[in-house]
């Protein structure tokens, strides 16, 4: 079995048709999901870059396999994966998989992808290296003009700076945009690999949707702000939550912009969307071409969402909201009848998937689960629940969220924890974790979040020990044995 992975970049669920949105036209990745399984609740482990790419190559949670922050923000954390991290390629490998990554890497900054084994050009960093040898080649090969940006869109900062780079106008034609380079790379390693007959798994990591949001003009005004319904959290107050979510907040500069021009950024990023789509559309037609559609399982994903102003935030943060943690997850196995699944699944359950669609025997990792029982569509015994952690970004900030079917538990131990009703309140707006009538759930899910966390081996358990209704203790949290050691005879 051929695999194809295809992965998008800070990727909002709720702009894609197949999941319910009536004007980003996104007809490609619409096929694919009415052609394979959907999965409506599939979530990140970890909302940022670096920790859950790593959690995808290892099928491990962050706090297993400990590459914690993005290195441009890192305040200590680990740079790169244990050179004895198992990893999935290294599993194909053994198989005779042909691998290949042509995109985004950011796991970890002095092992690339090829020293995991894949083929394509090495392209470091958060987002388009415009300025990559490889890249520059291609657009002198094609006399396309190299990258050029004009009317920057940014707020203040509040000590009075500019703040972050938001949207642009890139100064260029579809077929010099990163993305159609990516797609064209893809293309030619798919040419190569079905030349050679072997196995492969293949792998297109775009940059985007993540800002700042470059387009050509043809993009970027593609769609009338007049269109965009305003996320309903945009009018978040912060009341009764984290105090550093409002500090995000003014970090982002959201409040320093007209609304107008969130609305607009919105429009912008539902054109780079569209820009992804069409990309991903020339991949699987040439899949198509080659003959290679009947053999070959497709995955589309994100590593996690943005808020484009929900929750007046931008990026992503310190704040387990599903506009971060809720991501796009289609597969496509051949054979198998197109559907819908309900179930929570995670990001980190590609891993044991790929794996025994190349016939690999299992990860010794803990943390990821096939999801080809679902794609199969029986209906095995599966959790209810799932889980999250958080580690910073910009500075240490550890989180735990437990999400159900209508409550979702958020744990900051520095700040007031979390408790919302997705049923009464499905954008978050309101913090219940204090509510009496609530006291019910928030101590039931509490002691489950503790008791998940202690199964795993996430000693975050330890804080919660003393400072939570967790119930009669069975263990001493001061990790000694003064009270219980016998006295000397």
Aim: net charge negative.
């Amino acid at each position: 079995m051929n695999l194809l992975f295809l992965m998008t970049d800070q990727h909002r669920v709720d702009t894609l048709g197949c999941y319910g949105n009536p004007h980003v036209a996104t007809p490609n990745l619409d096929r694919l999901a009415a052609t394979g399984t959907r999965f409506d609740r599939f979530y990140t482990p970890t909302a940022i870059c670096t920790p859950a790419r790593a959690s995808l190559l290892t099928g491990q949670a962050p706090f297993r396999h400990r590459l914690l922050a993005n290195y441009e923000r890192n305040v200590g954390y680990l740079e790169d994966l244990r050179e004895d991290a198992f990893t999935f390629p290294r599993a194909l490998a053994e198989r005779d998989y042909q691998l290949g990554l042509v995109g985004k890497w950011h796991v970890g900054t002095h092992r690339n992808a090829a020293s995991h084994g894949f083929d394509g050009p090495d392209l470091p960093g958060w987002h388009n290296p415009v300025d990559h040898p490889d890249y520059l080649a291609y657009l002198e090969e094609r006399g396309l003009p190299r990258y050029r940006i004009t009317d920057p869109v940014r707020g203040t900062t509040p000590n009075g700076n500019p703040g972050n780079l938001l949207a642009a106008r890139l100064q260029q034609p579809v077929e010099a945009t990163f993305e159609h380079y990516l797609a064209t790379r893809t293309i030619e390693q798919l040419d190569r690999y079905a030349a050679d007959g072997r196995p492969f798994y293949l792998a297109t990591h775009f940059f985007g949707p993540h800002l700042p949001y470059l387009l050509p003009d043809a993009y970027y005004d593609r769609y009338d702000p007049g269109l965009v319904e305003l996320p309903p959290s945009i009018a978040e107050t912060f009341e009764g939550k984290p105090p550093v979510q409002r500090n995000y907040s003014a970090h982002w500069t959201f409040d320093t912009m007209p609304i107008e021009v969130t609305r607009k950024l919105i429009a912008v990023y539902w054109g780079y969307v569209t820009l992804i789509d069409e990309q991903i559309g020339r991949i699987l037609t040439r899949l198509d071409e080659l003959g290679l559609t009947d053999d070959t399982s497709v995955f589309f994903t994100a590593d996690h969402g943005e808020f484009t102003g929900a929750h007046r935030l931008h990026d992503k943060g310190p704040a387990m909201y599903e506009d971060i943690y809720r991501i796009p997850g289609i597969i496509r196995v051949p054979g198998q009848e197109p559907q819908v699944r309900r179930e929570f699944v995670s990001l980190t359950d590609c891993t044991a998937t790929i794996l025994e669609l190349a016939g690999c025997d299992p990860s010794p990792a803990t943390d990821s689960r096939s999801l080809l029982p679902l794609v199969r569509g029986e209906h095995p015994d599966w959790p209810e629940e799932l889980l999250a952690e958080f580690h910073g970004h910009h500075f240490p900030y550890p989180q735990r969220m437990l999400r159900e079917d209508r409550y979702k538990l958020v744990v900051n131990p520095e700040s007031v924890n979390e408790l919302y009703d997705l049923d009464a309140d499905p954008h978050e707006l309101s913090n219940r974790y204090e509510h009496p009538e609530l006291a019910g759930v928030r101590r039931r899910m509490m002691r489950r979040l503790y008791d998940l966390l202690r199964e795993r081996g996430d000693n975050f358990y330890h804080w919660m020990t003393p400072m939570y209704d967790i119930g009669a203790l069975d263990y001493d949290p001061t990790l000694s044995s003064f009270e219980s050691a016998e006295p000397p005879a």
